[in-house]
């Protein structure tokens, strides 16, 4: 393996005071890298034991973090060279797969009624059965992920054809309510790149209308959450206008979420790689004209101090605000991946969304990530998930509590630094 340069002899963490919580700053000598920082985030999470148990009390807030995580081994084992680095990862993505799933050959989705469970969250999962579908020939994992796709045919719908969040009529947690006549930018990761893929492997013969949903689900939360002056979006919208935070023209909540834009990116970015279209097609041009609006918006918001991205856009710099890990991770994984891609036309576009990425993961190495005793890689700087029950104030997003070492924002960094290690070999 050649070896790997570290331009960082000692990283620092500190993150702001957030809320009553303060995280103290932690200041650790890096240790000489022997590996890619992909594979050595991988190897910590997995040293953890993450997603590979389903709790049920708290699989609302976890099982798209499994979902993630899945995707990105699925990534992992695309881009390392070793076959035994390879194999290993497979491994660790079958176990974490197959925790969801009932024990026998049908492949079952545990704790889930595909008539009664509506979390689109839960598409996320599909990645992980799809690609295990494909490389281990196993029916039950294909099953699985029909499942998750037919629970979209009783999704319900906004009048104007966007899916609702959540409508889960099995046992809401109180933080998770039922989402009527709301949708949040988040649920189109989840749902937008799994619909894709899913129209090229299993649907073939629906894939027009499907792709035609995508279209229509991206173009209506455009329609009523991006900024059009910034080109940053907005976290959701209800489209009754009732709620008490809801924007009495669009609908739109308040303020400007880092991670709601990271979603967003990552959205737009992995759909465009998954859709087997024509890049003069209406629906591809339509969502690339979307993605190189929000990154441009994106590469010019990083903060040139801490190189990394704001809580809450809309107000960089302001008491309380604080730069939040997991969003610069999707940030630079998706900025990174546009430019693999070719998503960039314009040289000064490419110049600056380089600049961004490059700072950027070198500021998620100096601000987020601790180097542990054990030789472990550990992640700072992610706030929880607040659930869907606040008012969406800039109070709400800054008084969130900040976890170390939470599953979502570890993968943002390994997927950043897959497309980073990418980029350095072009």
């Known amino acids: 393996m050649r070896p790997f340069a570290i331009q960082w002899t000692v990283a620092a963490l500190a993150v702001a005071s957030v809320g009553a919580q303060r995280i103290p700053s932690q200041i650790a000598l890096v240790p000489e890298q022997q590996q890619p920082w992909s594979q050595w985030m991988a190897d910590s999470i997995i040293s953890r034991g993450e997603a590979l148990h389903v709790d049920p009390s708290t699989m609302t807030s ?9 995707l990105a081994l699925e990534r992992l084992v695309q881009h390392v060279p070793s076959e035994h680095a390879k194999s290993r990862y497979l491994e660790y993505l079958r176990r974490s797969v197959d925790a969801e799933l009932e024990l026998g050959a049908d492949g079952n989705l545990k704790y889930y009624d595909v008539h009664r469970t509506h979390i689109i969250d839960d598409l996320l999962l599909g990645h992980g059965l799809l ?5 281990l020939g196993n029916a039950s994992y294909l099953h699985a992920a029909t499942q998750l796709r037919l629970s979209l045919q009783s999704q319900p719908r906004t009048p104007e054809g966007t899916y609702w969040y959540r409508a889960d009529t099995t046992q809401p947690a109180p ?6 006549d709301q949708a949040f930018v988040e649920q189109m990761y989840m749902l937008a790149p799994f619909l894709a893929r899913y129209a090229s492997l ?10 035609a949903d995508i279209l229509r689900q991206f173009a209506l939360f455009q329609r009523h959450c991006e900024h059009r002056d910034s080109h940053l979006w907005a976290q959701g919208y209800d489209h009754t206008r009732t709620k008490p935070w809801a924007d009495p023209a669009t609908g739109a909540t308040p303020e400007i979420w880092g991670r709601a834009n ?8 992995d759909t465009l790689d998954l859709l087997p279209v024509s890049r003069h097609s209406d629906l591809w041009v339509r969502l690339h004209a979307m993605y190189v609006d929000l990154a441009r918006a994106v590469a010019a918001a990083i903060d040139r101090d801490s190189a990394a991205w704001w809580q809450v856009m809309s107000w960089p710099g302001r008491e309380g605000n604080f730069v939040e890990s997991s969003a610069s991770g999707m940030f630079v994984y998706s900025l990174y991946k546009g430019l693999r891609l070719g998503y960039f036309d314009d040289p000064q576009d490419q110049a600056a969304v380089r600049r961004s990425a490059d700072s ?16 472990m890689l550990g992640f700072n700087g992610t706030v929880q998930v607040r659930g869907l029950g606040g008012n969406f104030s800039y109070e709400f997003y800054v008084d969130g509590k900040i976890a170390y070492n939470d599953l979502e924002g570890a993968t943002t960094f390994l997927i950043s ?3 980073h290690e990418c980029a350095a070999e072009q």
């Not at 976890?62 to 899945?70: I, L, P, S």
Request: glycine share 10%.
């Open 360 to 375: 950027g993961f070198q500021g998620l190495v100096e601000q987020f990530v601790v180097f542990e005793p054990d030789g």
């Open 131 to 135: 690609y295990l579908h494909e490389t």
């Open 417 to 419: 630094a897959i497309e």
């Open 62 to 70: 976890t099982v798209f973090k499994h979902g993630m995580f899945q």
């Open 202 to 211: 299993v649907d073939i013969g629906n894939a027009s209308a499907l792709h």
């Open 175 to 180: 933080e998770y309510p039922n989402t009527p």
């Open 262 to 269: 990271g979603w967003m990116a990552m959205a737009l970015v």
